[in-house]
């Protein structure tokens, strides 16, 4: 069956550091998109993309970068890491507009 | 800019009594409107959407969804409640493209014997 999978589940890190979380989708979706989830704020987007090459920001893209080099994946890189992004980050694709989110399971991510 | 309002951020129900989850959006045309669910420690799961037509959605898992243009709602409910439903569920509008979908800031129910 197709899905899509988020690495690492849990990540533990330093202020500072670079650190990438990789999403990769077996649906062959053009549409990729990485939210953070954070208690009170429900879901908000980070950078989306609509196909290879194609990279956009969302409403919280400051400190992070993603690149589209093939269909399947979405790697988000966070440049330098900071304690406000202690946060969980969900992946996601869809086959096209208005239609319906497929998420990954997510990645704790913690920044100390 | 589109929004959306979720002002019940924690209810609980007895199991077998109906449900309705409040949701209220802002946008000034007819938006895009979903339903998901995240269970503990996974991602979110589409529940059913509203694109246009008949004002009454059904999903799965037995919900359904009312949207109502004229109180800007699109009130999640079911008639009877599971304990397998307890959940964080979350509304979302869209319109007009990706980047636009906006996500509530979710309701956690809880389910009791």
């Known amino acids: 069956d197709a899905e899509i999978t988020q690495s690492p589940r849990h990540k533990i890190t330093e202020t500072g550091r670079q650190v990438t979380l990789a999403c990769h989708q077996t649906w062959n979706h053009n549409n990729m998109f990485w939210y953070r989830q954070d208690l009170g704020h429900g879901l908000r987007l980070i950078h989306y993309?609509?196909?290879?090459?194609?990279?956009n920001k969302g409403e919280v893209s400051d400190g992070y970068s993603v690149s589209r080099s093939n269909t399947e994946d979405l790697p988000l890189t966070l440049e330098s890491a900071a304690s406000s992004q202690t946060s969980v980050y969900f992946c996601?694709?869809?086959?096209?507009?208005?239609?319906?989110?497929?998420f990954g399971s997510g990645t704790q991510l913690s920044v100390l | 800019a589109q929004s959306v309002t979720q002002p019940d951020i924690h209810i609980t129900v007895s199991e077998g009594a109906s449900l309705e989850l409040r949701c209220n959006y802002s946008?000034?045309?007819?938006?895009?409107l979903f339903w998901y669910v995240q269970s503990p420690g996974q991602g979110l799961q589409l529940l059913l959407k509203?694109?246009?037509?008949?004002?009454l959605v059904q999903g799965i898992k037995g919900f359904e969804a009312e949207f109502k243009r004229s109180q800007s709602s699109f009130n999640l409910r079911k008639p009877s409640v599971h304990w397998s439903d307890a959940a964080e569920y979350f509304c979302?509008?869209?319109?007009?493209?990706?980047?636009?979908?906006?996500f509530g800031t979710g309701t956690k129910l809880q389910v009791i014997p």
């Open positions: 993309s609509y196909g290879v090459q194609d990279t």
């Open positions: 946008y000034g045309a007819t938006p895009y």
């Open positions: 979302a509008v869209g319109a007009g493209g990706y980047q636009k979908v906006t």
């Open positions: 509203y694109f246009s037509g008949d004002t």
């Open positions: 996601a694709s869809s086959e096209a507009e208005g239609q319906k989110l497929f």
